[in-house]
Nanobody, 116 residues
Framework: QVRVAESGGGLVQAGGSLRLSCAASGSIFSINVMGWYRQTPGKQRELVASITRDGSTNYADSVKGRFTISRDNGMNTVSLQMNSLKPEDTAVYYC??????????WGKGTLVTVSS
């Protein structure tokens, strides 16, 4: 059983930066991958970035070079540093934790709004 909670969303102007954080609790030892997803009304939730326990990362093409995901060694916290933000990045961002037996846990989401 894992619980995740994200924070750090807000309003930022285009070209600015924002840092999202996710705190995990419970059976943290069972987490293999943590990631950030985003979703806008009427659209499918999409992967933004993910990181494995050993540090391997994966990014959506739309955010490569602008976003950076990081974690502490125990997978207690995962962060998403977002630079050079664009209005297209506006969405609700969700933290995800996936266990070694591929069970997913989700946070409630944090809203990021990028103004022109």
């Amino acid at each position: 059983q894992v619980r995740v909670a994200e924070s750090g969303g807000g309003l930022v102007q285009a070209g600015g930066s924002l840092r999202l954080s996710c705190a995990a609790s419970g059976s943290i030892f069972s987490i293999n991958v943590m990631g950030w997803y985003r979703q806008t009304p009427g659209k499918q939730r999409e992967l933004v970035a993910s990181i494995t326990r050993d540090g391997s990362t994966n990014y959506a093409d739309s955010v490569k070079g602008r976003f950076t995901i990081s974690r502490d060694n125990g997978m207690n916290t995962v962060s998403l540093q977002m630079n050079s933000l664009k209005p297209e990045d506006t969405a609700v961002y969700y933290c995800n934790a996936q266990t070694r037996i591929v069970v997913d846990y989700w946070g409630k989401g944090t809203l990021v709004t990028v103004s022109s």
